[in-house]
């Protein structure tokens, strides 16, 4: 049976990705091994895989050691799970010129997502919808200062008071101010652009009902056919490829739908939108074999609950 080698970076809790990605592999008589690079080899992902010990992704070595990794276990797919393993795993594929394939835009144009001024830069310049910016005036006070290479969203700062947007803006270029949203809804939308054809294969819109540090534990897919549109074009003005989230939020007191934030990679929530029929694992593998991909449509109305579950290492044992 044919093997096919996958090396989750960041993924450490992304068991039911890699077992659908098994599952995916099994469908076309190819027999899945999953491998994790982590700080920590004592984590979930073991349970269904195999754990090696890493570099931090700040690391001036972390390339000539993911090299290694590659080669010692013979990794045909790097999969990156976390924001700072995306330019790594684009770039390592870069330099060893299509060897190893992985589900991502190329470096620069993925990156840029992380920059939130950047990035809305080029929404605005695509003419996409998104929260007003703010850069001087009189303001309304109703606005958000998100870190500029924040994520999850963590050092957000609510702006009421004036004294509070002077204190933001003497930080310099630290932040992105915009108006705040104070009712909404936000709409996560799980696509795929092949890495290959550029052509967009899956687009899964899906509330987040529950939300645990900064990622859905109680999401559900949805018939919103106006987020399927605003994503499709955040798709073509980015140009990125492979596994790809759009987050948009909408407001509940006019309508409007915005792009709040795209990130160039599996969100993890995705297993909702692939238990609805957004056959993303399958997309990737086809992908990675260079097989012709088929666009996958999800249905709405399925929800999925996350919940703890513990895997147990012995640290008496020296095999662990």
């Given at each position: 049976?044919?093997?096919?080698?996958?090396?989750?970076?960041?993924?450490?809790?992304?068991?039911?990705?890699?077992?659908?990605?098994?599952?995916?592999?099994?469908?076309?008589?190819?027999?899945?091994?999953?491998?994790?690079?982590?700080?920590?080899?004592?984590?979930?992902?073991?349970?269904?895989?195999?754990?090696?010990?890493?570099?931090?992704?700040?690391?001036?070595?972390?390339?000539?050691?993911?090299?290694?990794?590659?080669?010692?276990?013979?990794?045909?797919?790097?999969?990156?799970?976390?924001?700072?393993?995306?330019?790594?795993?684009?770039?390592?594929?870069?330099?060893?010129?299509?060897?190893?394939?992985?589900?991502?835009?190329?470096?620069?144009?993925?990156?840029?997502?992380?920059?939130?001024?950047?990035?809305?830069?080029?929404?605005?310049?695509?003419?996409?919808?998104?929260?007003?910016?703010?850069?001087?005036?009189?303001?309304?006070?109703?606005?958000?200062?998100?870190?500029?290479?924040?994520?999850?969203?963590?050092?957000?700062?609510?702006?009421?008071?004036?004294?509070?947007?002077?204190?933001?803006?003497?930080?310099?270029?630290?932040?992105?101010?915009?108006?705040?949203?104070?009712?909404?809804?936000?709409?996560?939308?799980?696509?795929?652009?092949?890495?290959?054809?550029?052509?967009?294969?899956?687009?899964?819109?899906?509330?987040?009902?529950?939300?645990?540090?900064?990622?859905?534990?109680?999401t559900v897919t949805v018939d919103d056919p106006e987020a399927?549109?605003?994503?499709?074009?955040?798709?073509?003005?980015?140009?990125?490829?492979?596994?790809?989230?759009?987050?948009?939020?909408?407001?509940?007191?006019?309508?409007?739908?915005?792009?709040?934030?795209?990130?160039?990679?599996?969100?993890?929530?995705?297993?909702?939108?692939?238990?609805?029929?957004?056959?993303?694992?399958?997309?990737?593998?086809?992908?990675?074999?260079?097989?012709?991909?088929?666009?996958t449509q999800a249905r709405p109305g399925v929800l999925t609950?996350?919940?703890?579950?513990?895997?147990?290492?012995?640290?008496?044992?020296?095999?662990?």
């Open positions: 049976m044919k093997t096919l080698s996958f090396l989750f970076l960041g993924g450490a809790k992304r068991v039911a990705m890699a077992q659908m990605i098994i599952d995916a592999c099994r469908a076309r008589g190819i027999e899945a091994r999953i491998y994790g690079y982590e700080l920590d080899t004592r984590c979930p992902l073991a349970c269904v895989g195999n754990v090696v010990e890493g570099l931090r992704w700040s690391d001036p070595g972390i390339y000539d050691d993911i090299d290694r990794t590659v080669d010692s276990l013979g990794i045909d797919v790097i999969i990156p799970f976390v924001d700072p393993a995306v330019g790594i795993a684009a770039e390592y594929c870069r330099r060893v010129g299509g060897a190893v394939f992985a589900p991502v835009a190329e470096r620069a144009v993925a990156e840029r997502m992380f920059d939130k001024v950047a990035a809305a830069e080029t929404f605005e310049r695509a003419g996409l919808p998104i929260p007003s910016t703010y850069r001087a005036g009189d303001p309304c006070l109703r606005l958000i200062a998100k870190p500029r290479y924040g994520s999850a969203s963590q050092g957000i700062v609510i702006i009421n008071t004036l004294q509070k947007l002077y204190e933001i803006q003497s930080q310099g270029e630290r932040y992105l101010i915009q108006e705040r949203i104070d009712r909404r809804s936000e709409i996560t939308v799980d696509c795929y652009v092949g890495a290959r054809s550029g052509q967009v294969l899956a687009v899964s819109p899906r509330e987040r009902l529950e939300v645990s540090g900064g990622e859905a534990v109680r399927v549109a605003l994503a499709r074009r955040t798709l073509a003005a980015t140009g990125l490829r492979g596994a790809v989230t759009v987050q948009l939020i909408r407001d509940l007191d006019d309508g409007r739908l915005m792009v709040m934030e795209v990130n160039p990679r599996l969100g993890g929530g995705a297993v909702c939108s692939v238990h609805a029929g957004a056959d993303i694992p399958g997309l990737i593998v086809d992908d990675a074999l260079g097989n012709e991909c088929s666009a609950a996350r919940y703890l579950a513990d895997v147990v290492f012995d640290l008496n044992d020296s095999k662990q």
